[in-house]
């Protein structure tokens, strides 16, 4: 692990590459990348866990924007693998009705820290639950590669979120 930034894992990452250009695939990844519990609502929740833990809790704030910093290489290597796929990487997904854009709503606010902490470890749950799915659909040798690489990430997210809840929010609630 990274000594300046524990919430780092030094694993490289595969380079984005896939077989071939396949739609289903790029929709599946589009959830990923602008779902509800995609990279972007992570990034988003993050940053304004960081902004608002800042003054009261300041290590866990830090946490919160080093992860928020590791999911915006993730959304940077998910965008790269869809415009390879053959799709725009716009900021969406694929729903029922057509297409559903990102929308601030999707991020989950929090009224104190035991439930940002709450809140982030059920967003990094959700990403886990997702990747997995897509990975047990997607057949690309080179995606699922990728695929394994983030979700060591998103594990070791939920370990620091989950450690951080446990420590200093045992006491309160």
Not at 43 to 61: F, G, K, N, W
Request: hydrophobic content about 35%.
């Amino acid at each position: 692990m990274d000594q300046d930034h524990p919430q780092l894992l030094p694993d490289p990452y595969p380079a984005p590459k896939v077989l071939g250009e396949n739609d289903c695939y790029a929709k599946l990844l589009l959830h990923d990348y602008a779902g509800i519990s995609g990279e972007l609502t992570a990034i988003s929740q993050y940053i304004y866990h960081y902004l608002t833990l800042y003054c009261s809790h300041p290590e866990v704030a830090r946490t919160a924007r080093m992860i928020a910093i590791n999911e915006m290489h993730h959304l940077e290597l998910l965008g790269k693998t869809i415009q390879l796929l053959g799709t725009p990487p716009v900021i969406c997904c694929a729903n029922r009705q057509g297409v559903q854009f990102w929308d601030a709503r999707f991020v989950y606010y929090g009224n104190d820290l035991y439930d940002q902490l709450t809140a982030n470890m059920k967003q990094e749950m959700d990403a886990l639950r997702n990747y997995r799915n897509h990975q047990r659909d997607i057949h690309d040798p080179f995606i699922r590669e990728l695929l394994d690489r983030i979700i060591l990430d998103e594990e070791h997210h939920l370990r620091l979120f989950s450690q951080y809840r446990d420590e200093l929010c045992r006491k309160a609630y």
